[in-house]
């Protein structure tokens, strides 16, 4: 009954490599968002999808690309891996776009070797 | 766009102590303050919320203070306890307008708590 659930936990792949992040919430949440954090700890927003829209895109490089099949579920596509995008992203979703009460994935730690 | 301060980067305390870690923000239309607690190799949780229209708000041992006038908000931590130990992060976002949640963060606190 995990509220936002990531998959995978761990991703290990070499540079070049294609992967994907799945994310699924529960809790009837109207936005879901991708953050990255960094080996510094530090969160910056990646994308937020409104109901399947996509509402924020944060200067990605577009080797990434979220999609949102519906509004419970929001995955990123990462293509040609480099080892600058080891870290780990977290998923989150929020009741209406406001950004009130945010719960956060448990995160996938991608290394990128 | 938004930018959030946060200092101090890592604190240390003894357990029962106080603690208290704050930020400033830049973009006045900022009116939603969360702080998140994050142990490691784990998610943030967030722990408690202020809006711009409260100056204080108060959950126990965790209070939240407002100061829209100087663009900054503290988190206090009263009779800390070991199992306080973690990242504690502060952000900031514009709730309602065209940003459309997204959370700006501070760089993060590093609390240990010594018994």
């Known amino acids: 009954d995990t509220a936002v659930s990531q998959t995978p936990k761990y991703l290990v792949t070499q540079m070049g490599n294609d992967k994907s992040i799945k994310c699924e919430q529960n809790?009837?949440?109207?936005?879901m968002y991708w953050y990255k954090q960094d080996s510094k700890k530090f969160l910056k927003i990646m994308f937020s999808y409104n109901n399947k829209e996509l509402i924020i895109n944060e200067t990605v490089p577009n080797r990434f690309s979220p999609k949102s099949p519906d509004k419970a579920h929001l995955n990123l596509h990462i293509n040609s891996l480099e080892l600058g995008d080891s870290a780990v992203y977290f998923c989150?979703?929020?009741?209406?776009?406001?950004?009130?009460?945010?719960?956060f994935g448990s995160g996938t730690r991608l290394t990128v070797v | 766009g938004e930018n959030v301060e946060q200092h101090p980067s890592t604190l240390s305390v003894q357990e029962g102590d106080s603690a208290v870690i704050k930020c400033t923000y830049s973009d006045s239309a900022s009116n939603y303050f969360p702080w998140y607690k994050q142990e490691l190799g784990k998610r943030p949780q967030l722990i408690i919320d202020?809006?711009?229209?409260?100056g204080e708000k108060k959950d126990q041992r965790i209070a939240v203070t407002l100061n829209k006038t100087a663009k900054h908000f503290s988190l206090h931590i009263t009779e800390t306890q070991p199992e306080d130990s973690a990242v504690y992060f502060c952000a900031a976002s514009v709730a309602g307008g065209t940003s459309y949640g997204k959370l700006t963060f501070g760089q993060g606190t590093i609390l240990t708590v010594h018994p």
């Open positions: 202020i809006r711009s229209n409260v």
């Open positions: 809790l009837g949440h109207d936005t």
């Open positions: 989150a979703s929020s009741q209406g776009s406001q950004g009130y009460g945010y719960t």
